[in-house]
């Protein structure tokens, strides 16, 4: 059983540690908190039977506190990052990890000169129906991949003002639709190239954007995302997967953001006359699964191999050059 002591006490780290609750996991818990408003760092102590801390070298100090979860702002990451790795304790950081794949590197660096483990939260690994998806196209029942459609919409989040400043944040590439880029990317393998079109929103921000990227395997991809939603139109994630012997459906809507209580979720699956037909699959909290994944991989020595920084380094870069696709309107080599 490891313990883990999450850094901030907002939205995800909410999520993280009710997912492992949800889930059942007995191989990790919460034992921590520290977030520098002390009255919401309070909050989620009592909620979860934690103890808080007056500072991150508070948190740090602790020997009872094996690995730190970074639930703070994006632009944070690096620096806590690579304190958290000085004082040897393992990472488990929020995506994006950082803004940059020369960033990334170097808090990868920083976690391997200290002997401890790192990884990035790519949750649509994790996440039941994508997970389903992934198995079926690797079992070879769609065929070969023709074409992906990937759309994750919504509005910008009404909480943690941060997510305004671009800086803070990045636009919906960095913000949004890397999880859908990272997926993208766990099925296909390498990109060979993208291009991005997208408007700004009031905030000055791309956060209206679609991506186009051609895989190395020949597949198509179009990544559709957006924090500037009509108020009112439901969160949506969507995955539409055009292989040559079929096709796979996942459409998700509900609330402002993930919503599970109040939602439309489904997955399936067309062969040529069948109409579709509904997939089976079993359910679980992705975020749960992705901090016991985490903790097993500790525990055992073994590889991240659901999340590996190689794979973290290739779909940064990948942003990064949508991003100078938004700008130049060019096409760009990966
Ligand atoms: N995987 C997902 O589905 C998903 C969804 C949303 C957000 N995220 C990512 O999770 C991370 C956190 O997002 P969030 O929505 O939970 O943010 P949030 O604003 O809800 O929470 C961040 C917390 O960090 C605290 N904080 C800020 N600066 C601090 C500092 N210097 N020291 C200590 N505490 C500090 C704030 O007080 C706040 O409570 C971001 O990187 C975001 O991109 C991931």
Redesign the pocket.
Known sequence: MLSFGV???????N?HIDGVLGNGADNVKYIGV????LK?SGTLAEKFGMKTYCS?EEMLADDEIDGIDI????F??EE?AIRAAQAKKHILV???IAFTPEAAERIFGVAHENGVRIMV?Q?LRFWPEYATIKDYIDRGELGDIVTIYAARLGQM?S??G?YKDPDK?GGALE?LIL?DIDFLHYLLGKPKSVYSVGAKDEYDIYNDVLSVFKFENGANVYVDGSLRMTVGYTFTMHMRVLGTKGTMEFLYKGGE??DTKNSLSELKIYHDGDGGKDVQYTSYDA?GKEVSYFAACIESGKETETVTEESVLTVLNSIVKANESLITGQVYAL
Request: charged residues 15%; negative net charge.
């Open positions: 850094l901030g006490a907002g939205v995800m780290a999520t520290y977030d520098e408003d919401k991150f639930c703070l702002p994006s944070l990451h806590f929020e995506k994006p939260a949750v989040p909480w943690g941060w944040a913000n999880h953001n993930v975020y």
